[in-house]
Structure formats: C-alpha cells, structure tokens
Nanobody
Framework: EVQLVESGGGLVQAGGSLRLACEAS????????IAWFRQAPGKDNEGVSC????????WYTDSVRGRFTISKDNSKNTVYLQMDSLKPEDTAVYSC???????????????????WGQGTQVTVSS
C-alpha cells in the first residue's frame, strides 16, 4: 500500500522555523518526485517545493525561495522541508505528494502527483 505520512507541523511565531517530514512507504524511493503543497483557508492548493529522488534536482515557488529548503534521505524514504523565516502568510495545511518513475522528466514542478498524504497544519502567528 502506497502511503505518505507528514509530521512536524505546529504553531510558531513569525520569524521562526519548522521542519516538516514526509515518510513514504509502499513504493521504491529510487525514482520518484516528492512535492510539498499547501492550502490555506479559502485558497487553492499551491505547489511549494519538490525534489527528484533520482538526481536531487529541486524546485521552489517564488514566495518561499531562499527561506525553505527541501531535502531527502533515501535510506529513510523521507523528504524534509526546512522552513525558516516563517511568515503569517505561510499558514496552511501542508501535504506531501509523490509522482512515479518517468513522470517528472520535464521537472518535478510539472509532474502528475497521484499519491498524497493527509497533511499537517502549520500556523504562523504575527
């Protein structure tokens, strides 16, 4: 069974940091793309960052570039999202998703993400 489980969300003050983790199981971690999305109340789901497990290439949306860092630990089938200098506008439910082999050759930011986790709440107070 394909499963993605997020952890690490919580409440933090503006300027603070959180590290999210996405642990994957039920599929090979050797050739997938893993992405983080977020959805704030009343807003569309937004791609935040992604990483290709095969070559480590990454992508960030403009609003988080320079503040967030995505990384992976293939030995643990886990992708992390280090979030620094958090802002109130980063408040959202953050979910991770996976795209399978040969689906992200054009870049992990355009891959079709088919498997999703349940999400973790991140709240940044001002």
């Amino acid at each position: 069974e394909v499963q993605l489980v997020e952890s690490g969300g919580g409440l933090v003050q503006a300027g603070g940091s959180l590290r999210l983790a996405c642990e994957a199981s039920g599929f090979s971690f050797d050739d997938v793309a893993i992405a983080w999305f977020r959805q704030a109340p009343g807003k569309d789901n937004e791609g935040v960052s992604c990483i290709a497990s095969s070559d480590g290439k990454t992508w960030y949306t403009d609003s988080v570039r320079g503040r967030f860092t995505i990384s992976k630990d293939n030995s643990k089938n886990t992708v992390y999202l280090q979030m620094d200098s958090l802002k109130p506008e980063d408040t959202a439910v953050y979910s991770c998703a996976a795209a399978g082999p040969n689906t992200y050759n054009g870049g992990c930011h355009v891959a079709p993400y088919a498997a999703w986790g349940q999400g973790t709440q991140v709240t940044v107070s001002s």
